[in-house]
């Protein structure tokens, strides 16, 4: 079901049959006996760059793949709600196959967000870009990108099917993980009713829904809820930004997250918080990550574009959710932001 094509799109279409077929004949590549395959998802990764990633991984031991690694740039911890199963596949990077004969990247719209496994891009006999990102920028040599597609697990789902995978518990609780997290829980626009199929699916064979939802969203410290407490209480609303749509503004602090003794993990959810804003289309959050540093979050309720945004600012993502690195004050950013929303009015 198409509804309006994401606007400012680098990738507008769904992938054709060729393109399925070409993914398909790539995978089969690791499906030889001995070859050594290794999937890749995005940096920082969030419960669909993990969950897409850990589902197919259970899918190729389906079939046989015997050599097997996952992996994601940068330090190899995964935040307690995101624990899955098959984690017992993931290696730190510096031990990723350094030539694979297949890799499949998961969730990464850009090849920074490969971080320095970008060159197995090169190395690898054959490689296939799963991915759902209006903003992809088309790298990789075989690339299956749907931006329709509410999370790269349907990609991924979509593919194992084409293989031939049966879907089991394992496999369905990644995919499911992905889904649930990336459609906030079937809210977001992209749920549509093959949205809910999968679903329908994934949960026939077992997993347990109600725990994984409060494991992954009703599972917070203490000190996270005086910290986003803190953090709201200084957000900022200008209702006069936006073209009169309103921009609601958060700022997260390394000294918020030292003075609360909590990891910046839990900083993923108050996007969630900020964005129910009622006066404002736009939601702004920097969550400081080293002194002149801001991993930045934004939201759209339709009004704006902020993938544009995300995209002029060195980053990517979706029309209605995006983000960033910014460098500077956090009143740079904001201002950097700011201009970028008044060119859109
Ligand atoms: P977040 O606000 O971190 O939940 O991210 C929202 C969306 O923006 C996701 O689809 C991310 O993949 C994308 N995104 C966030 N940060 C970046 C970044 N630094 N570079 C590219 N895409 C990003
Ligand atoms: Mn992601
Ligand atoms: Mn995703």
């Not at 690195?325 to 060119?343: N, Q």
Request: glycine letters at 10%.
């Amino acid at each position: 079901m198409i509804a309006t094509e994401p606007a400012g799109a680098a990738v507008s279409r769904r992938p054709s049959e060729q393109d399925w077929d070409a993914a398909v004949a790539a995978v089969r590549t690791g499906l030889r006996p001995g070859a050594r395959v290794l999937l890749v998802c995005h940096v920082n990764p969030d419960g669909d760059a993990l969950g897409s990633m850990l589902g197919f991984a259970q899918g190729l031991r389906q079939l046989g793949v015997e050599s097997l690694q996952c992996t994601f740039p940068g330090p190899l911890t995964v935040p307690a709600p995101l624990h899955m199963p098959a984690m017992d596949l993931l290696v730190p990077e510096s031990e990723a196959d350094p030539a694979p004969d297949l890799l499949v990247t998961f969730d990464a719209a850009s090849e920074g967000r490969l971080g320095s496994l970008v060159d197995r891009l090169e190395t690898a006999e054959a490689s296939v870009v799963l991915d759902h990102h209006a903003s992809n920028t088309g790298f990789g040599k075989v690339s299956l990108v749907d931006p329709y597609a509410a999370a790269t697990s349907v990609v991924a789902a979509e593919l194992l099917r084409r293989l031939g995978v049966t879907l089991d518990r394992g496999i369905a609780e990644c995919l499911y993980i992905a889904l649930v997290t990336d459609t906030g829980s079937f809210k977001f626009d992209l749920t549509t009713p093959e949205v809910h199929e999968l679903a329908a699916r994934l949960v026939a064979t077992g997993i347990g829904v109600g725990e994984i939802s409060r494991r992954i969203f009703d599972n917070r410290p203490f000190g996270a809820i005086r910290l986003f407490g803190e953090v709201l209480g200084r957000a900022e609303l200008d209702p006069a930004a936006a073209g009169g749509r309103g921009l609601v503004i958060a700022v997260a602090t390394l000294d918020d997250l030292a003075k609360h003794e909590q990891p910046p993990y839990v900083l993923e959810a108050l996007i969630d918080s900020v964005r129910c804003t009622a006066e404002a289309d736009v939601a702004l959050l920097l969550k400081q990550v080293a002194p002149a540093e801001w991993a930045v979050s934004m939201r759209s309720k339709g009004g704006a574009d902020v993938s544009l945004i995300a995209v002029a600012l060195g980053g990517g993502g979706h029309r209605l959710a995006a983000g960033f690195t910014g460098r500077g004050t956090a009143a740079e950013v904001i201002s950097a932001v700011r201009e970028r929303l008044a060119e859109q009015d």
